[in-house]
């Protein structure tokens, strides 16, 4: 069987197709449409180790994702689809699991779209679009905050006054749910940990970056919070600052809420600090001697460093960091650069495997010497959505 998994941004589609054979699951085509609803936009289509890349207009979503399902149809790849599976930002507190997409809950997840106005709208689209086009197999959204559903009150709760979060849906949701439990187990296999007694730490640093502490396979703290913004330093949001910083600026210089909420969210972070959001260029820049971008870093890696040290207390004690996302994947001077400090907490890494490129068959490789593994792990969230999509309707 065939099994979608869709995607949708706000002017974005991105794609995966998977092959299950045996539980085994093999990507066998993947791409990206951009730019919908402009008027030029652009269609990649990765199958069989070739990249086509075609400018064309896709007035919405649906026509974006019928585009995509001609293509694929075009290689016999969705005549034996099986589930379409969904990727949704917030969840809220009450979708804590992969659902199957019924009419009512696409109107019920209507009501949290306050909480994620940028992300949630647009994959809703993206839901009803490929209902509309392929009505003949259910489809199943998977939640970014699901995998932080398990997190005590001490450690989703902020301290503020109660009715924010009775009224209101104030408290610490977290996000990239689905890239840390995949990283997680992953790691926890190759590692050979007890999957049911581990302390684990995963960082996924991409151009969005959270970090996640886990006890037996479970999220005890994330970074990020109601949105976000919260934790980590990133491409070009801020993570953590004095709140009182926006309504400072805001007094200053007259901007307003949405202009202040802009610039934590878009011009800050890296982008903030050197005017680059892009590591790999930062990175560049920082080793010809430029002193912004060296800063920019700088400031990465003591946030990173600092979450190592808080959530090993949280865990009461550390097995196990898992590096992923863009950064945590392939930037072996980061992850050089946020642990060499640690050596007292027993985290040694080797330089030479972490300079290594290559993954073992399972996309990992473990460059730690001392008592704490380090390990790399390529995540796979569209892989992840397949499994969990094909799990839940029991396939
Ligand atoms: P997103 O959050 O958009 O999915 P990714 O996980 O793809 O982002 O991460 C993108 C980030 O990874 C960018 O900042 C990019 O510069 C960085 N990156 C990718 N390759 C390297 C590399 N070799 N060295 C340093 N940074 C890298």
């Given at each position: 069987m065939n099994i979608l998994v869709v995607n949708a941004g706000s002017s974005s589609l991105k794609y995966e197709v998977f092959t299950v054979e045996d539980n085994v699951y093999t990507s066998v085509a993947e791409g990206l449409v951009e730019r919908i609803g402009e008027s030029v936009g652009a269609i990649t289509m990765k199958l069989n180790g070739n990249k086509d890349k075609q400018e064309r207009t896709f007035a919405d979503h649906k026509e974006a994702l019928a585009a995509v399902l001609d293509h694929l149809g075009e290689h016999g790849l969705v005549d034996d689809l099986a589930v379409v599976g969904h990727r949704m930002v917030h969840g809220g507190e009450e979708y804590t699991k992969p659902t199957q997409v019924t009419e009512e809950i696409l109107k019920d997840l209507d009501k949290l779209s306050p909480l994620a106005p940028l992300h949630n709208p647009p994959c809703i689209t993206g839901v009803r679009a490929a209902m509309e086009l392929r009505g003949d197999v259910p489809h199943v959204i998977v939640f970014d905050t699901a995998y932080h559903a398990t997190l005590a009150e001490d450690a989703y709760r902020?301290?503020?006054?109660k009715e924010w979060y009775t009224?209101?849906?104030?408290?610490r949701y977290g996000f990239h749910g689905t890239s840390h439990k995949y990283v997680a187990n992953t790691a926890v296999r190759e590692l050979g940990l007890d999957p049911n007694n581990h302390k684990v730490i995963t960082a996924h640093l991409g151009n969005g970056a959270s970090i996640t502490a886990i006890k037996d396979g479970k999220s005890i703290e994330t970074s990020m919070g109601l949105t976000p913004l919260e934790g980590l330093v990133m491409g070009t949001r801020s993570g953590n600052i004095d709140p009182a910083i926006p309504f400072y600026i805001m007094r200053q210089t007259g901007m307003s809420a949405q202009e202040a909420e802009d610039a934590l969210n878009r011009q800050s972070g890296l982008k903030g600090v050197?005017?680059?959001?892009d590591a790999r260029a930062v990175e560049e820049r920082a080793d010809s001697g430029d002193a912004d971008a060296k800063l920019a870093l700088d400031l990465f890696a003591h946030r990173v460093r600092g979450y190592i040290g808080e959530y090993s207390a949280h865990l009461g004690g550390l097995d196990a960091i898992v590096f992923t996302g863009g950064i945590g994947e392939n930037s072996a001077t980061m992850r050089a650069a946020i642990l060499e400090p640690l050596a007292h907490m027993g985290i040694e890494i080797d330089p030479a495997r972490n300079d290594v490129r290559e993954f073992n068959e399972a996309g990992t490789r473990v460059i730690s010497t001392g008592a704490v593994k380090v390990i790399v792990v390529l995540t796979q969230e569209q892989e992840q959505i397949a499994r969990e999509s094909v799990e839940l309707l029991g396939l």
């Open positions: 902020y301290a503020v006054p009224n209101h849906g104030v408290r050197c005017g680059d959001n």
